[in-house]
């Protein structure tokens, strides 16, 4: 934890990058089916999958075999507050579809979802987007945590993620609220420097385990967690879903979900957060604590997990 003398956050103002971005945007309407590439093969019969607003197709950039881009919204630019929980249900929707397609997932592969929000966490369109990802490499830190819980379960002979849950909600300090299908605390180590956001979805694994009502769920809360970051300031983020191997059976590891908010240090000269210490010493820090986010978080998110 690293105090900074006199940190608030300021929201920045995002209408030069909006404006600059919107004329050529190649994921508006009016161009996404021309000049986004098609699936091959297709899924379900066609070249890009549509669920509502969303639209799939492939990524010109790939991270691996199998990579995609989830459009989110018809509009070129969603605020934070204007993230709707239908924006989140169709985009996961068409993710789930595109991950359960024949060929997608090969059996040792993991079936990834992420997000990065506004050019601050490395988005390159304003228009809000997902990436979708099959790869047998996820990143070290998914690997560890699958190894870790898989070492948990052996040698105590019950889950982490359930222990974590359950200490959690009675310790109360990180504890922001529950679902009827998922359960939201702030991680006690967190990524971002003012404090992340963690969603677990008890006894799942992989994201196609998820109905339609554990993504309404998540959509609700998320929607009322971002609504609660963007009031004090907070107009960028990356999330990440964490899921097991598509083939694991009897999985260690729960499904699980990480909202990181990214801001600037300082909003008059476009400073980014992350600094020598995350970057080359690989040594988060915060400045603002998982107690005073969940604390922060709990009214809304509460309230919207309460009312499905
Ligand atoms: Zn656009």
Not at 29 to 39: A, G, I, N
Not at 182 to 210: E, H, N, Q, Y
Not at 218 to 227: C, E, K, P, T, Y
């Amino acid at each position: 934890m690293a105090h900074f003398q006199g940190f608030r956050l300021r929201r920045p103002d995002l209408s030069a990058e909006v404006a600059a971005s919107r004329h050529h945007c190649p994921f508006c309407p009016d161009r996404v089916l021309v000049v986004t590439p098609r699936l091959d093969p297709p899924v379900d019969g066609s070249f890009r999958v549509v669920e509502g607003e969303s639209v799939l197709f492939p990524n010109i950039s790939p991270y691996d075999r199998r990579s995609a881009v989830v459009v989110l919204s018809r509009a070129h630019f969603l605020a934070p507050e204007d993230i709707r929980p239908h924006h989140l249900v169709d985009g996961l929707r068409a993710a789930q579809r595109y991950l359960g397609a024949p060929g997608t997932l090969r059996r040792r592969d993991f079936g990834l979802v992420t997000w990065n929000y506004m050019p601050l966490a490395g988005a390159t369109q304003v228009h809000p987007h997902l990436q979708v990802v099959a790869t047998d490499r996820p990143g070290r830190l998914l690997e560890d945590e699958v190894a870790a819980s898989l070492r948990y379960r052996r040698r105590f002979g019950r889950s982490y993620w359930a222990e974590l849950v359950e200490t959690e909600s009675q310790l109360e300090e990180r504890w922001v609220g529950r679902g009827r299908h998922s359960a939201w605390l702030t991680p006690f180590v967190s990524r971002s420097v003012v404090s992340d956001l963690m969603v677990v979805f008890p006894g799942k694994s992989l994201i196609s385990d998820l109905s339609r009502a554990d993504l309404e769920e998540f959509g609700r809360g998320m929607s009322a967690a971002l609504q609660q970051l963007a009031a004090e300031g907070v107009v960028s983020f990356n999330l990440a879903f964490y899921p097991a191997r598509a083939d694991s059976a009897n999985q260690a590891l729960w499904l699980h979900a990480r909202l990181s908010p990214r801001i600037h240090f300082n909003p008059a000269i476009g400073g980014s957060d992350a600094t020598v210490w995350q970057h080359l010493l690989d040594e988060p820090f915060m400045v603002r604590s998982p107690e005073r986010l969940a604390e922060a978080l709990r009214p809304a998110v509460s309230d919207a997990l309460a009312g499905g």
